[in-house]
């Protein structure tokens, strides 16, 4: 008897929990597009990135590095990415919604973990910080350029948005991508 009760009461907390973590994930939610996407923009090596350091052009590639040398991340218990680079930041699209989409090539060198490419909506907060909501793809270790789109969901807010695309390394290693486009599509309408 004490064993019927002691999981009847374990699969209602999970039926909670994951109740709960639905209505977490409704906000992040990316709708379905309407149509074809249509390029807002294309990036070359001759637009300039955000973030300077660590960055140099390889022929027609961004080549973007980080390397861990496993002193301050021990020292501290922080959840941060090991280092966060900023490529190219663009004004809100001139709609009311949308489907953001952010095309490219890329290949990961000498990481073990996967790098995130990001594509994100940042707006400022009260305090003048930004709050972000990105929406990444991760790029695992290949000899090959390959290809690869992130989704993200833009809805036009009284605070004017940044639309970011950013990669995020959790360990040493090399990041090298191209091809980057960044698309729109109107959202399907829900019927």
């Known amino acids: 008897m004490?064993?019927?009760?002691?999981?009847n009461l374990t699969n209602f907390i999970l039926s909670k929990a994951q109740e709960a973590l639905k209505?977490?994930?409704k906000p992040l939610a990316i709708p379905e597009a309407a149509e074809p996407f249509v390029l807002i923009r294309q990036f070359t090596p001759a637009d300039s990135t955000v973030t300077k350091g660590g960055i140099t052009i390889v022929g027609e590639s961004w080549q973007i590095e980080a390397y861990d040398d496993n002193t301050q991340r021990f020292l501290t218990n922080s959840t941060d990415p090991l280092r966060k680079v900023i490529l190219f930041?663009?004004?809100?699209?001139d709609v009311q919604e949308c489907v953001l989409a952010c095309?490219?090539?890329a290949k990961a060198?000498?990481?073990?973990?996967s790098i995130a490419v990001s594509l994100g909506v940042g707006r400022p907060r009260e305090s003048g910080e930004m709050r972000t909501t990105s929406?990444?793809?991760?790029?695992?270790?290949?000899?090959?350029?390959?290809?690869?789109?992130v989704r993200a969901y833009f809805k036009?807010?009284?605070n004017a948005a940044k639309i970011q695309i950013s990669v995020q390394f959790e360990s040493s290693g090399i990041l090298q991508i191209k091809d980057i486009e960044l698309l729109q599509?109107?959202?399907?309408s829900q019927s």
């Open 23 to 25: 209505e977490l994930e």
């Open 156 to 158: 036009k807010e009284a």
């Open 185 to 188: 599509a109107p959202v399907k």
């Open 109 to 113: 060198l000498n990481t073990e973990e």
């Open 103 to 105: 095309q490219f090539n």
């Open 2 to 7: 004490f064993d019927e009760l002691f999981n």
């Open 89 to 93: 930041e663009v004004a809100e699209p």
């Open 135 to 149: 929406w990444g793809r991760g790029v695992s270790q290949t000899e090959n350029f390959q290809p690869y789109k």
